[in-house]
């Protein structure tokens, strides 16, 4: 091929590529006013998860879609409320402020839409629907709605907060605790009754020496109201908050009617005094109870799924009535006991009576010693997975449980759902344990 040749094909498929491309860009710069053509959003609705006011929400988004056969401009995108309702919109990297404008979408082109809102108080003691209407104006003079709707809700913000005299916190809305949390100090009584504490990650409540916690018909929890997934709500979510802290020589912790979940340790006492009593405790990324050469006292308990144990009584002096301990910790295989126990410096009496100690793996209950002198047992009328123990005298009228059984671990209750974290440790109607008046009685929670 001569250099002539050469360079005549180098023209020729240069000049058909320049066509080609001014075709395409033709084609893409093309924009209809016809009032046909229109945006197709990825959904027509945002529904937001409830939220504290004045507290931002997380980021939620959107698509609007170009499939209409040619270029769409956009003359406007708005919020038909204006500023009024706390909704913030970026629209493909622009915020509306409060509109923006000029914007176009070529054909089979999209753009992404950010949503976020700080809601108002609205001086209501329940939730409240917060709506708006996001407004996309085309060219065309044609108007196309997305709706923004969620529920907001009225509380009151709680950060660093210090205990230094008696005092009760008693209060219709929730409390959204921020920083460390809430700490009692040396000498002070905090009570807490009927209210709901929502605590932010990183938050808890601490006890120091000399001081003491009651607590009485309250929800403990973290403060994320949101889902993780749509089946998935953050309350399911183990580690959202740091739990209860009590300190050696703490005057103690008392808890009645109580509910604390989705913490790391719920409740980590030392050499105190803890009583709880119809209080539950629930889905924690370390113990539900850890306590250490503290007189402990629990009536009417619910301690279930927890990533280390959910009753760990190392010294102590310890009386469980009426209890469930149900290790179904559905996040990892090394989860720990549902009941363990030891002897420290301190001698070890443990004292279980109507009582189910359960969970998915074969012995859940783990302790030291039997010698009748430095650990002194006696179980009453309970349920315990674990290897039989030759002992009438510790161990009357129990029942040993195995996984060979007909009727074992999750088939007592009557919720055990690990797929979407659902749970009713209630009997069943039909359990021979609830003919015994064995375990835990309360309300269905989660």
Sequence with gaps: MSFYQSMVRRLFFFICTIAVLLTACSDNDSFST????????????????????????????????????????????????????????????????????????????????????????????????????????????VEQKINLRAYSWDATKVTNKEVAADEVIESSKP??????????????????????????????????????????????RGDRLDHMFDYLPYDRVSGQWRGVKVAAQAKGVEMTNCELRSAYTALWCDSTSVTLAQTIIHNNKGYGVYAHDSEVTLTDCLISNTLDDCLNLQGCKAVVDATTLAQFYPYSA??????????????????????????YDDDVV?????????????????????????????????????????????????????????????LKEDSQLKEKEMGWEGLYRY
């Design 34 to 141: 016809d009032s046909s053509h229109r945006l197709t959003f990825s959904k027509d609705t945002v529904r937001m998860d409830t939220l504290f006011s004045l507290v931002p929400s997380t980021t939620y988004s959107l698509w609007a879609y170009n499939n209409s056969g040619d270029g769409v401009r956009i003359r406007t995108v708005r919020l038909e409320r204006g500023n009024q309702s706390g909704f913030r919109v970026n629209v493909d990297g622009t915020f509306l402020n409060p509109v923006a404008t000029d914007f176009e979408v070529r054909k089979g082109d999209s753009i992404r839409v950010f949503i976020e809102l700080t809601s108002h108080e609205n001086q209501q003691e329940t939730p409240q629907l917060v709506d708006d209407n996001l407004v996309f104006t085309l060219e065309s003079g």
């Design 175 to 220: 409390l959204v605790v921020y920083g460390k949390g809430i700490t009692v100090k040396e000498g002070a009584t905090l009570t807490i009754k009927n209210t709901k504490l929502y605590f932010h990650d990183g938050a808890g409540i601490d006890v120091e020496k000399g001081a003491k916690l009651v607590v009485e018909n309250v929800l403990l």
């Design 334 to 359: 090394a989860r720990g006991a549902a009941l363990r126990f030891a002897k420290t410096e301190q001698n070890l009496s443990l004292l279980c009576s109507n009582t189910i100690v359960t969970g």
């Design 366 to 426: 783990f302790g030291e010693g039997f010698d009748g002198e430095t650990v002194v047992l006696a179980f009453q009328n309970c349920l315990l997975r674990t290897d039989k123990v030759d002992d009438e005298e510790a161990f009357t009228d129990v029942i040993w449980e195995k996984k060979t059984d007909d009727v074992q671990g999750v088939k007592h209750f009557v919720k055990v759902d690990d797929v979407n974290f659902i749970y009713d440790f209630n």
